[in-house]
């Protein structure tokens, strides 16, 4: 039998990347041709027929080394008619102080502090209730909002009354180290050709939680943020998009972030991120019975066969080196070798050319990002592994999790070297 | 919008990081791209022969079996095209909708209804949108109360929010 499966299991560990990768950059091209040729430069929005008022929402724990940075760029937000509300979760540092302080200092910012910490999720509830208008544009308490994203933003709703949700496009800001470089390769070949393609197909997997935006119609939808999930930005889109709406990417809405630079910071933000992904995706897989819902079951499936993947190629990890250690007739099951020969090869090749389309794209929204390629080497050779193996962790964890619910808490990040 | 607004300058944050772990950067994606030139170096001398006068021949280089190579690709290759077609079609599709300039926009989410989910009355709310600085406390069901301590003040700055008491 195992002569049946081996080749089964090699095809597709091999396969699966190889086919995706071309999936995804022609998604990227496509949406380029269909949504952006005759786009304007993301700093020259055009005038829009209306400026309904928009409340930005920040939500903050122990945020008191960026905050006033953040502030500061949300009121240079080229837009008529916005508020900033500020909401401060428990922090333990001074944040809570230097946002009574900002208040002062800055007519369109309102602060709510939390009594006890909550986590995002309910942060984001109150500050959702607390802000007065019904396009919600939400931003973390370390990114820097572009001077015209809310425009975008604004725009993009009122061309399509579909839509309940938007994500924006991250920009990393720390590049000191190869890890920081490194992903800002991966945010441009990887989410957003996939967020393109998904956008073109109809539904997305996530909004990126760092810059998004809503109306407050979808999100009551929806069910609002839910406490109970480790990463709320999956849920709520695949809750908004159970409840009818539309999700789509806006990539000329640009936030600035913070990324980790070092191996444990970003080991534990993709953990958190895996398993979060993996438990939203299980825990309402009950709710996708519907016909109305298919594409979703697309979207679906395709996560449960990246987290299939990335077993079959931990295990053939494994098994290469068992076979270093002459272990192998112990084992049999295909070997890969994190050595890029044969098949290795191809895939990164076809990485690369993957990571060279996306920056093209990028391009018009970061000026000499193209010199990146020279980075991204490592993605092929290293990220990939540390992705799988995300997978493989955040998987069983998740499905624990299931079993003995608990809330999502903050975690307080890696921001890379400053 | 504005115009003749200065550009801004991305805020990239470019630390100075010691000497050593440049170097070892440098070093290292420098021996990752030999590495992989090393593994393609075959392909890599086949395009150069093909490439190289009189161009579109080969002169030293062996061609490979390309008949070979495309029975192991072609199931790969005849997926990734499937696919590509599939999102082709989608893009098509939905062409109308990425390229519309204006749409009827739903109604807004009604207070009230807003309200009802944190437990919150319109008059609650209202008042509850008027403060410039509060403390709310919110149970993890995401029931709300606000508290009136020293910190909250209203739009206009008084001590307390003005409207009904809550929670």
Not at chain 1, 377 to 397: D, E, H, I, N
Not at chain 2, 32 to 43: H, K, S, T, V
């Amino acid at each position: 039998m195992w002569d049946f499966l081996a080749p089964i299991v090699t095809g597709f560990t091999l396969g699966y990347p190889f086919v995706m990768a071309w999936y995804w950059m022609s998604g990227g091209i496509l949406h380029r041709l269909v949504r952006g040729w005759n786009e304007p430069l993301p700093g020259e929005p055009p005038l829009l027929p209306s400026y309904p008022a928009v409340s930005i929402l920040v939500p903050c724990h122990n945020e008191g080394s960026n905050i006033r940075e953040v502030i500061a760029a949300l009121d240079a937000v080229d837009y008529p008619d916005f508020e900033v509300i500020a909401i401060n979760d428990g922090s333990r540092d001074e944040t809570g102080t230097i946002l009574d302080d900002l208040a002062s200092q800055y007519a369109r910012l309102r602060v709510v502090h939390l009594a006890t910490n909550r986590g995002k999720a309910l942060a984001l509830n109150a500050g959702a209730a607390a802000a007065r208008h019904e396009i919600l544009v939400a931003i973390d308490g370390d990114s820097l909002l572009e001077r015209d994203a809310v425009t975008w933003f604004v725009r993009r709703f009122l061309s399509d009354g579909t839509l309940g949700a938007l994500t924006g496009n991250p920009r990393i800001r720390n590049r000191s180290s190869l890890l920081g470089r490194l992903q800002i390769g991966e945010y441009s070949a990887i989410v957003g050709l996939i967020k393109r393609a998904q956008t073109l197909f109809g539904c997305v997997f996530t909004v990126s939680g760092v810059v998004c935006a809503f109306r407050k119609r979808a999100l009551h939808d929806g069910g609002w943020w839910s406490p109970v999930t480790l990463t709320d930005d999956v849920d709520m889109t695949w809750r908004i998009q159970i409840a009818g709406w539309t999700v789509a990417y806006e990539p000329k809405a640009l936030c600035w972030i913070l990324m980790p630079e070092t191996l444990r910071g970003l080991w534990r933000q993709r953990l958190r991120w895996s398993e979060g992904g993996t438990q939203t995706v299980l825990r309402l897989t009950p709710r996708l019975f519907h016909r109305r819902l298919w594409r979703m079951w697309v979207v679906w499936f395709n996560y449960m066969v990246s987290v299939l993947w990335a077993y079959t190629m931990f295990a053939g990890f494994v098994v290469w080196c068992l076979r270093w250690k002459s272990l192998a007739p112990l084992v049999h099951y295909p070997a890969f070798s994190p050595v890029p020969q044969g098949w290795g090869a191809l895939l990164t090749v076809t990485y690369l050319i993957q990571a060279s389309v996306s920056l093209v794209l990028d391009r018009r929204f970061e000026q000499g990002i193209l010199r990146l390629i020279v980075w991204q080497v490592w993605y092929p050779l290293f990220f990939w592994m540390v992705q799988a193996l995300t997978s493989v962790v955040g998987a069983p964890r998740a499905i624990l999790r299931l079993t003995r619910p608990s809330t999502g808490t903050w975690v307080s990040p890696d921001r890379g070297v400053r | 919008m504005k115009t003749g607004r200065p550009p801004v300058e991305p805020p990239i944050i470019r630390a100075r990081v010691p000497a050593w772990m440049r170097g070892r950067d440098v070093l290292l994606t420098l021996g990752a791209w030999l590495l992989i030139g090393y593994f393609l170096r075959e392909g890599l001398y086949l395009a150069y022969d093909y490439l190289r006068a009189p161009i579109f021949e080969l002169t030293t280089a062996r061609a490979p079996d390309w008949g070979e190579i495309w029975g192991r690709l072609r199931g790969f290759v005849l997926l990734a095209v499937g696919l590509v077609a599939w999102i082709t079609f989608w893009a098509f599709d939905s062409r109308a909708r990425l390229q519309a300039t204006h749409s009827p926009q739903p109604a807004p989410l009604p207070d009230a209804s807003h309200g009802v989910h944190f437990g919150l009355t319109d008059a609650e709310l209202a008042a509850w949108r008027l403060a410039k600085v509060q403390t709310v406390d919110i149970d993890p069901a995401g029931q709300v109360t606000m508290r009136m301590d020293g910190r909250s003040r209203d739009v206009g700055g008084r001590a307390e929010i003005s409207g009904p008491s809550l929670g």
